[in-house]
């Protein structure tokens, strides 16, 4: 679990960094070129250079604040699962489950190398996101998990032996 919650922190800090940056151009900074009195003042700038100049800042400035935005608004939506998730982490007592892997393991998240799998109890069905090294369909495990995002570790197995 330590490692689930250092990756969404970590995440949780590229969001707000991004934040940050786009708080500071928009805001602070009010663009990322100089405004068009501090290019016309600039006495090294010829006028063929100034205008070259503003229609950079014209088609690249407003683009980029635009993706930077962009991907500020995916990375926060991204990590309210986690925040909602916050609770648990900060109090240590995360929901368990215990079921029946159901489906075939789905090795091919690559980024964390999770496994993606579906457990049933009899009751309900969990699809979570862990580590299931050596396990298989069949097999009779026990996870802790975070309820929102769907991740979580395996704790203890009843292996069916073929």
Do not use: W
């Not at 805001?27 to 006028?47: A, C, H, T, V, W």
Request: glycine share 4%; proline share 2%; aromatic share 12%.
């Amino acid at each position: 679990m330590k490692r689930i919650i250092i990756e969404e922190c970590i995440v949780l800090l590229i969001v707000l960094f991004l934040f940050c940056v786009l708080v500071y151009f928009i805001f602070i900074k009010k663009g990322i070129f100089p405004s068009k009195q501090e290019y016309l003042n600039r006495k090294d700038l010829s006028k063929e250079k100034i205008q070259t100049c503003l229609k950079i800042k014209k088609y690249f400035e407003i683009p980029f604040l635009v993706v930077l935005t962009a991907i500020f608004v995916v990375g926060f939506a991204a990590s309210i699962l986690f925040l909602q998730d916050i609770k648990y982490v900060i109090s240590g007592d995360y929901p368990q489950f215990s079921g029946e892997i159901i489906t075939e393991i789905n090795t091919k998240n690559k980024r964390t190398d999770r496994d993606h799998f579906t457990l049933d109890d009899g009751k309900q069905k969990l699809e979570i996101l862990a580590f299931s090294d050596g396990y298989r369909k069949g097999d009779h495990v026990t996870v802790r998990y975070l309820p929102h995002i769907k991740i979580g570790v395996i704790l203890d197995t009843e292996c069916d032996e073929e």
